[in-house]
DNA sequence: AAGATTACCTGAAGGC
DNA sequence: TGCCTTCAGGTAATCT
């Protein structure tokens, strides 16, 4: 599943393999991956170079113009649960390959099992001004900013983590890590947490995402990189998918809560409530 | 106004 | 070539 560190080993492998290519052609098998509508996105970029590749959250932005460096239009990329994007010579699509883009000669493929992800064209180049309800990154964003954003909130940390207009980027996966590594139990409330406390979970939440950016990201069930492999962080998962297995740092046992709405997993000795 | 619920999709897993 | 239910998790829309 997509969070921040599988986006951006995708839009860095898109960056190095595409940035100043043309793009000649789109095949479209559902449309609805496309939007508006597969039409207006042919007619707004075809024929112009892909000069821009921006990652926001789990946002990308890819930016398209005549000139070198010249963006004057955008596409905005979600991945949702499980879009993939790739390139493989030697791929044989199957039905869940939903588009095909031809850069030059070269083809870059969408897939998608569920559907939820997908392109969007965006009216000239806004940027993050077309996703005014995302926070800012969550690699970008000051410890002071994010402090004032979140300390006095009275909903479960972990629901926070995930609320992408607090800051953008930590999903299920990431959001379990680090409050392990920081040893916060997921239902513990901001405003009752010391702001060291707090500041631990910002500093453990930006290593844990660094650090499955530089392994390739996380495949869990359906990410996969750039050339179509797996990412190689599920190894350094402490509780995620753990559930009933022994705590790698304490031996106290991973369960397993409910916490608005999503699975949680935590230790019960290293993060006690 | 924040928090909870549901919709969007498909496939895997498990109970019977 | 079994049927049915539940679950997976990112986000928007719709509730309370």
């Given at each position: 599943m997509p969070e921040l560190p599988e986006v951006e080993n995708v839009a860095r492998a898109m960056s190095d393999a595409l940035l100043g290519k043309r793009l000649d052609g789109i095949r479209v098998t559902y449309a609805g991956a496309l939007k508006p509508t597969p039409r207006k996105v042919r007619s707004a970029l075809l024929g112009l170079r892909l000069n821009e590749v921006m990652r926001h959250g789990k946002y990308i932005f890819l930016g398209f113009g005549h000139d070198v460096d010249d963006v004057t239009a955008q596409l905005l990329l979600h991945l949702r649960m499980t879009g993939q994007v790739f390139v493989q010579s030697d791929y044989r699509p199957d039905k869940h390959v939903h588009?095909?883009?031809?850069?030059?000669?070269?083809?870059?493929?969408?897939?998608?099992?569920?559907?939820?992800?997908?392109?969007?064209?965006?009216?000239?180049?806004?940027?993050?001004?077309?996703?005014?309800?995302?926070?800012?990154?969550?690699?970008?964003?000051?410890?002071?900013?994010?402090?004032?954003?979140?300390?006095?909130?009275?909903?479960?940390?972990?629901?926070?983590?995930?609320?992408?207009?607090?800051?953008?980027?930590?999903?299920?996966?990431?959001?379990?890590?680090?409050?392990?590594?920081?040893?916060?139990?997921?239902?513990?409330?901001?405003?009752?947490?010391?702001?060291?406390?707090?500041?631990?979970?910002?500093?453990?939440?930006?290593?844990?995402?660094?650090?499955?950016?530089?392994?390739?990201?996380t495949t869990f069930q359906d990410f996969v990189d750039f050339t179509g492999k797996p990412g190689n962080f599920r190894d350094q998962l402490r509780v995620y998918g753990r559930t009933g297995e022994p705590c790698p740092v304490c031996s106290g046992k991973i369960v397993r809560l409910k916490v608005g709405g999503r699975s949680s997993h935590y230790c019960a000795v290293c993060q006690p409530e």
């Open positions: 588009l095909f883009f031809d850069f030059e000669g070269r083809v870059v493929f969408y897939r998608d099992i569920r559907k939820f992800g997908g392109f969007e064209l965006l009216d000239g180049a806004p940027g993050a001004a077309a996703i005014p309800h995302v926070g800012q990154d969550m690699l970008l964003i000051s410890r002071r900013d994010w402090l004032l954003k979140i300390g006095k909130r009275t909903a479960p940390i972990k629901v926070l983590l995930l609320n992408q207009g607090i800051a953008a980027g930590l999903g299920n996966i990431y959001a379990d890590e680090a409050l392990h590594r920081a040893g916060v139990h997921p239902l513990a409330r901001p405003v009752d947490l010391d702001v060291k406390t707090l500041a631990r979970v910002f500093r453990e939440s930006r290593r844990v995402l660094r650090q499955g950016i530089k392994h390739g990201g």
